[in-house]
């Protein structure tokens, strides 16, 4: 190829690759006399660190990295050296490259390059093409491997046919440090004939790099790499080639790079540098830069060359914003904890997030199972205001839980057929002592005080006067919240909107004149209602994250996220599906904390609990662990729905604790008992005879009452176990044993009354929590969570989903009415827990103002 077509445009480029792949051996005929090239290089990569580069570049500087990739990436990288007769690495390369699955990424990359044209050379303009195909395996955050294999082709026999393997891998111990090691061309040398000498053509040359980053991000990176060249015989040839890179985020813009090296040149017996200066611009997944290259290792004083990148990828890099769009969240189930949380997070990612300016909450379930979580999704919706995001509510006959989450909303507009379901709140408290008498069954309990309602289920055929007193102030802090919280969002009265809530429930007409939405909408015109909010036309999209370049390197610094959810027992953590009951279990819960203990990339740990409590023993063994980890790092509540009892109890060693205003909590106390089934056995014609050594040795069976002795020594018991429960509380909240004492007794508070009785320091839900536990860990704002345990199948839903059996098509409590779900949801302790055990938990009481309510996981 002539000179003129190396000058030419990137059409003629491309049409040079094409013939160079079909037939390599097309070029000019040889000159006389004329020395040859002196290596089979790559194209070289402006301002790139071989430590640090993620990108399918990496395919020429370290296949190792293509582990790191986000997602996919097409990639173009040119460089003109004009009549630079020393310098190689010169020309144009295409790449491919995407993560596989199991941690393998692979790409495959196109060089086509040309050799020194100017200094007489046989062969001289006979380019060389190399395709690269490479794989790269990331076994940790910390640790990647990676393979690739060259192969060439060219009309310069020196060059043509000529294979190469290579092999790397990268370590990145901390959020700052890169280091990595490469062996290009491990399998030469293959050198050809210069005068009475060989000289090399494809030798192998080995890397050290490490890549900097003073801030733990991005924003600045140094790279230094030294380069030692195996196999050479030229007297003048030096060995080392040192390196070093610079990167630095430009905000709104890009990224500037350059790069400087100490050049071999082959035909003089001084060193030279050739340097790189450009700036790469980012528009959202695409990049395109340019530079120059300077320096005399380019073959004189004042020679220059050119360098130009181009990619489009599936993840985005920091740059220039372009546009904005809005995207939509649909829910056709009520989250269960675990998704309620994975909720949040996407709306805080959302409000992080420049390119988006309107939000639609499309909701076809109640959003949340309790009013705790539907404050911390209004939270969400007020973080997304605040940062001038545009939020709209859909709904279509939705109840009390949707109004409360849509109350903060810019608008709400409701399905025309549809309304609101919703004329109050309400509490139900079963008491089945009655069908227990029919039965034959006798509860026989043993409870602290009467605030402590929980057996009352079981003993009374309806709430003693204390019960009943401490369920309707329950309730009314609940109203009170409720109507301050619409009332605020609607721009209301609190008075107006207890006024309104007389009328209800309403159709979609009433709900509007009741000032509870703002119009009405089906989902084929939620794209122009957004449109009306943002003032210019779009689109709705349903919302997906985006992949983002990595901020950091390698294991980043966490918050540990412990979730207790459920009824608090001895051992595992288990599921009854068909319940719909989860049973968080002492021990898989202790594992899951001397998990986060020992992990020294969690600096700080918090504890998110949503449960009324179970076992006296389980929850003690949870306290123990978590006071171990709380000596340890810093550790924080957030309570979710329940916190209460038992999960009140293992709060206690926590340095803060977050309830929010409709957080269930307090309800210290413990209650203890068994059922009597001897009159059931009576009237089925049963007998049942113990023999026995001493008068107690049956006391805990369910064939006879506790006789007075026994529930003398055991109300003794009970007395002992509130003792030590009021112990913990004392030194945990740092009061004495009877104030704790004051405000316990088995009552319940809501988190709002908590505070005002010390057992919680602080208003606010899992957004503070985590806020307070990243600054106590010295963690940036993004930094990531660690979530233990992992979410728990029953053998029985697994077997379900081996037989292409989801969950949504499982027989559980939702398909049942929801009276009989209530009822049986209320019985499950009696399935769950033996009759021996002292237990710290609080009754089931579900708070509702109507609406649809099918919980997902």
């Known amino acids: 190829m002539t000179k003129k077509m190396r000058k030419a445009g990137l059409g003629a480029w491309l049409t040079a690759l094409v013939a160079a792949l079909v037939c390599p051996s097309v070029g000019q005929e040889a000159k006389a006399g004329e020395p040859m090239p002196t290596r089979g290089a790559r194209l070289s990569s402006p301002g790139r660190s071989a430590a640090s580069e993620d990108t399918a570049e990496s395919l020429s500087l370290n296949p190792a990295n293509l582990a790191n990739m986000p997602s996919w990436e097409l990639r173009w990288t040119g460089i003109g050296c004009h009549d630079a007769p020393q310098r190689v690495g010169c020309g144009h390369a295409f790449s491919a490259a995407t993560p596989l699955l199991l941690g393998l990424s692979t790409g495959l990359r196109v060089d086509y390059l040309q050799t020194p044209w100017t200094v007489g050379f046989p062969y001289s303009g006979r380019d060389m093409t190399w395709v690269t195909w490479g794989l790269g395996y990331k076994l940790s955050d910390a640790l990647s491997l990676g393979f690739s294999v060259q192969h060439s082709y060219s009309g310069n026999p020196y060059l043509n046919d000529l294979t190469g393997l290579s092999a790397s891998f990268t370590v990145r111990p901390i959020d700052r440090l890169s280091f990595a090691a490469i062996a290009h061309d491990f399998n030469g040398p293959s050198t050809a004939p210069l005068g009475d000498r060989q000289q090399p053509v494809l030798d192998a040359n080995y890397v050290l790099a490490a890549a900097l980053r003073p801030t733990g991000r991005r924003e600045l990176e140094l790279g230094f790499e030294l380069r030692y060249l195996a196999g050479s015989q030229l007297a003048d040839s030096d060995q080392w ?11 709104y813009v890009g990224r500037l790079r350059g790069d400087v090296e100490v050049a071999h040149l082959p035909y003089d017996a001084r060193r030279g540098v050739v340097g790189t200066a450009g700036l790469e611009i980012a528009l959202g997944p695409a990049t395109l830069g340019g530079g120059v290259l300077f320096g005399n290792g380019l073959g004189s004083t004042d020679s220059l060359g050119e360098f130009g990148t181009a990619s489009i990828a599936g993840y985005r890099t920091p740059g220039i914003q372009i546009g904005q769009r809005a995207v939509s969240i649909r829910l056709e189930s009520t989250p269960g904890p675990r998704t309620h949380i994975a909720l949040l997070r996407k709306l805080w990612r959302i409000a992080d997030d420049p390119s988006i300016s309107g939000v639609a909450l499309i909701l076809r379930a109640e959003p949340a199972t309790s009013y705790a979580h539907a404050e911390e999704l209004a939270d969400a919706v007020r973080v997304l205001r605040a940062r001038k995001k545009k939020v709209l509510c859909s709904w279509e006959d939705n109840g009390a839980k949707s109004l409360y989450v849509c109350a903060n909303a810019d608008r709400t507009v409701v399905n025309p057929a549809g309304g ?11 008491y089945i002592k009655g069908l227990l008498d029919n039965l034959g069954i006798r509860a026989d309990m043993l409870r602290v ?19 009943g007193r401490d369920h309707a102030d329950l309730l009314r802090q609940y109203e009170a919240v409720f109507n301050r919280n619409v009332a605020l969002g609607r721009k209301m009265t609190d008075a107006r909107v207890r006024a309104e809530t007389l009328k209800g429930p309403y159709v979609a007409a009433e709900a509007r004149e009741a000032n509870f939405v703002d119009g009405y909408a089906f989902d084929d015109e939620l794209d122009r209602v957004m449109s009306e909010m943002l003032g210019g036309r779009t689109s709705l999209r349903e919302y997906e994250e985006p992949k983002k370049v990595p901020e950091t390197f390698g294991p980043r610094d966490k918050v540990g996220l412990l979730l207790v959810d459920g009824d608090m027992v001895d051992g595992r953590s288990e599921t009854i599906p068909l319940l719909d009951s989860k049973l968080v279990g002492s021990y898989t819960i202790a594992d899951s904390i001397a998990a986060l203990k020992n992990d020294p990339t969690v600096k700080s740990v918090v504890l998110r609990i949503e449960t009324g409590g179970g076992s006296s023993m389980s929850a003690d063994v949870m306290w123990r662990e978590l006071e171990l980890l709380a000596k340890k790092k810093p550790l924080i509540v957030s309570m979710g729905s329940s916190a209460a009892s038992g999960g009140y109890y293992i709060a206690t ?3 803060t604790i977050y309830a929010l205003p409709l957080t269930v909590t307090g309800s210290i106390g413990i209650f203890y008992g068994k059922a009597d089934v001897s009159e059931l056995l009576k009237k089925l014609g049963i007998n049942v005879e113990v023999y026995k050594t001493t008068p107690r040795a049956d006391a805990e069976s369910f064939f006879r009452p506790f006789t007075e002795d026994e529930r003398r020594v055991l109300a003794i018991k009970v007395q002992q ?17 009877a104030e704790v004492d004051l405000v316990g007794q088995g009552r319940v ?9 010390k057992l919680v320091d602080k208003m ?24 233990l345990p992992a979410p728990d199948a029953s053998l029985f839903e697994r077997a379900l989903k081996l037989a292409g059996i989801g969950r949504s098509q499982m027989m559980t ?9 209530d009822i049986a949801r209320a019985l499950a302790p009696m399935v769950v827990y033996k009759g021996d055990i002292p237990m710290a938990r609080m009754e089931y009481v579900p708070v509702e103002g109507e609406g649809k309510d099918e919980e997902g996981d």
């Not at 409590?813 to 779900?821: A, D, I, K, T």
Request: glycine share 8%; no cysteine.
């Open 764 to 787: 606010g839900g899992l957004r503070e929590a985590l806020a307070e536990a990243r600054a106590l860990g010295n963690l940036p704002y993004d930094a990531p969570l660690r979530t």
């Open 653 to 655: 060693p926590a340095r």
């Open 749 to 757: 508070w809501t988190g709002q009354q908590a505070l005002g009785h």
């Open 420 to 430: 609101l379901r919703y004329s109050g709140l309400k509490t139900q408290y079963l």
């Open 721 to 737: 176990f509130y003792d030590k429960f009021l112990e913990r509380v004392a030194a945990g909240r740092h009061m004495t044993k």
């Open 241 to 251: 080639i040192p390196r070093a890179t610079l990167g630095v985020d430009v905000p």
């Open 813 to 821: 409590l939702e398909g049942l009415p929801v009276q009989v779900r």
């Open 449 to 467: 005080s009467e605030h402590k309602s929980a057996p009352e289920m079981f003993t009374n055929e309806h709430s003693s006067d204390t019960a």
